[in-house]
């Protein structure tokens, strides 16, 4: 586990999609900066990559199991792409991000 906490909280459409998994509207996330993705079916977009280690075993499996209804796709594969290349969080459903390391503000 990290020393430090870094998220992204949900915007009003993000919650009506993660809401039921992100209850309080914050997403553990790797970065408060975004980055550059190309995402099948949606194309080029600016996203966070969700901490994944940070999530509860129930959180996890609520993903896994949307992802694979979604794209049919088990979520055997789909667990290791995410461990692979990580889980990409649409900034578009964000309103921005936060964090404990206060040395970034420095």
């Keep these: ?4 906490k870094t998220w ?3 915007n009003a459409e993000g919650k ?3 809401g039921d998994i992100f209850s309080n509207g914050e997403v ?3 970065s408060i900066i975004t980055q550059p993705a190309h995402l099948e079916g949606a194309g080029d977009e600016r996203v966070f990559i969700v901490e994944w280690t940070e999530l509860n075993p129930e959180q ?3 993903i896994l199991e949307r992802l694979s209804k979604k794209s049919g796709a088990s ?3 789909i667990l290791k792409d995410i461990q692979k ?3 990409p969080l649409r900034d578009k459903y964000t309103n921005g991000a936060g964090t404990t390391r206060l040395g970034l503000f420095i």
């Design 1 to 4: 586990m990290r020393q430090y």
């Design 8 to 10: 992204a909280f949900l």
């Design 85 to 87: 290349i990580g889980l």
């Design 75 to 77: 979520k055997d594969v």
């Design 28 to 30: 553990p996330v790797r």
């Design 60 to 62: 996890q499996n609520a």
């Design 16 to 18: 009506q999609i993660w």
